[in-house]
């Protein structure tokens, strides 16, 4: 991928939790970051219909943000005056280890059908620039600027 990994990350974690607040403040009573104690964190008990819809097609993705973390909340809602930071740092653990997974997938996925030079490293999309550099490279121990221009960024 040509984003970095810290920058792919912390735009995660601000996706995520402006997701999660927008979603609360949705379907929640009040608007806030986390649903209050006894509200349900993956959909609305509303009987409006554009809620239940919007619910239904947010919960893929509040299953995946949300669903591993539940013994999490359920272990720090024992407590009923649970300070917010706690969940705050519990999410963003769990989503900083999902981005880093998201990211690593993602330039798997990117790298497949580039053909690489053995000797030098570099990466192209047609073999015939990737069996030049090769030539090249076994031939002059360096790289030539000409070939190694049409390498992958």
């Given at each position: 991928?040509?984003?970095?990994?810290?920058?792919?990350?912390?735009?995660?974690?601000?996706?995520?939790?402006?997701?999660?607040?927008?979603?609360n403040?949705?379907?929640?009573?009040?608007?806030?970051?986390?649903?209050q104690?006894?509200?349900?964190?993956?959909?609305?008990?509303?009987q409006?219909?554009?809620k239940?819809?919007?619910?239904?097609?947010?919960?893929?993705?509040?299953?995946?943000?949300?669903?591993?973390?539940?013994?999490?909340?359920?272990?720090?809602?024992?407590?009923?005056?649970?300070?917010?930071?706690f969940?705050?740092?519990?999410?963003?653990?769990?989503?900083?280890?999902?981005?880093?997974?998201?990211?690593?997938?993602?330039?798997?996925?990117?790298?497949?059908?580039?053909?690489?030079?053995?000797?030098?490293?570099f990466?192209?999309?047609?073999?015939?620039?990737?069996?030049?550099?090769?030539?090249?490279?076994?031939?002059?121990?360096?790289?030539n600027l000409?070939?190694?221009?049409?390498?992958?960024?």
């Amino acid at each position: 991928m040509n984003i970095s990994r810290t920058k792919f990350v912390i735009l995660f974690l601000i996706s995520a939790f402006a997701f999660l607040f927008i979603s609360n403040a949705l379907y929640g009573s009040s608007v806030r970051l986390f649903p209050q104690h006894g509200e349900p964190w993956f959909g609305t008990e509303s009987q409006a219909e554009w809620k239940i819809v919007v619910s239904t097609i947010l919960l893929p993705i509040k299953i995946v943000l949300i669903g591993p973390m539940l013994p999490f909340i359920n272990f720090l809602r024992q407590e009923p005056d649970t300070p917010p930071p706690f969940f705050v740092i519990g999410f963003a653990f769990y989503w900083t280890i999902l981005a880093l997974i998201i990211h690593y997938i993602l330039g798997k996925i990117k790298q497949r059908g580039l053909f690489v030079c053995p000797e030098c490293g570099f990466k192209y999309k047609e073999k015939e620039w990737a069996d030049k550099c090769e030539a090249w490279c076994k031939e002059h121990h360096s790289c030539n600027l000409e070939i190694t221009s049409h390498a992958e960024k």
